[in-house]
């Protein structure tokens, strides 16, 4: 009877303490529950996402900006590069035609664009008048050429068989020469004739460098006034 007793006992006392620790457990956490759900209800944010778009973040935006910065330099810097340039060479001139061709040139303040090249030739061909008398007729003639508006000529007056001649031109072929004396002819100037040049005759080619298009077709509107010149296009140095 003491045993039955002594082991009920035992049992009221294991039931008694696990309602104390697992009772107690569980009041507190469901109280806990209660007292912290208001506490963390207002911390919450509904974020409301866009559907057609995601966001970018700021660093991103940042760097694809740094990368149009960067790829547009170059292509104002190609473009540069990619600026035509062209380098030409007029001649052969000499005379009144290589001074009204400098002239014209000048003008156009090229600058260190453009420089002469000279070149000879031991043999040619000129047109001229016979030489005269005496000094007295020379001026009267070059008093007729300036009235029939011929600006270049040239009094022969070193000693020898040509003295008191007058060279209204040199050239480097025989056609060249025969084209002017005819347009000489056209002006009224009858005693000119053409003939071989056995002499040292000296030329001037004007060289011009990294012409842009402006200033190269603005070079080959003045070549028209020099039909006889050649006007080519060479490589730039």
Known sequence: MMKWIFGLLL??????????????ALTVDNNNLQAQAPLN????KIVTMPATSSPVPVSAVSVASSVVMSTSVPAVANAAAGTQFSCMEWGEFSGADLQRANNLLTSMTLGYKTRQRAVEYNTGYWVYIAPMK?????????????KMNVKDYFVVKE?????????LGIFKTEDAAKKYLAKLQEQGVKSAKVGERASMLK?????????????????ASLHKDFPE???????CN
């Open 159 to 167: 000693s020898g068989v040509w003295k008191n001649s007058i060279s």
């Open 229 to 235: 010149s050649e006007l080519k296009t060479v490589p």
């Open 11 to 24: 049992l009221v006392n294991v039931v008694f303490f696990a309602v104390m620790q697992w009772g107690s």
């Open 41 to 44: 209800a207002d911390k919450i």
């Open 203 to 219: 030329y001037s080619v004007f060289v011009m460098n990294r012409l842009d298009s402006a200033q190269a077709a603005q070079v």
């Open 134 to 146: 005496n000094p007295v007729h020379v001026k009267k003639k070059v008093a007729q050429l300036i």
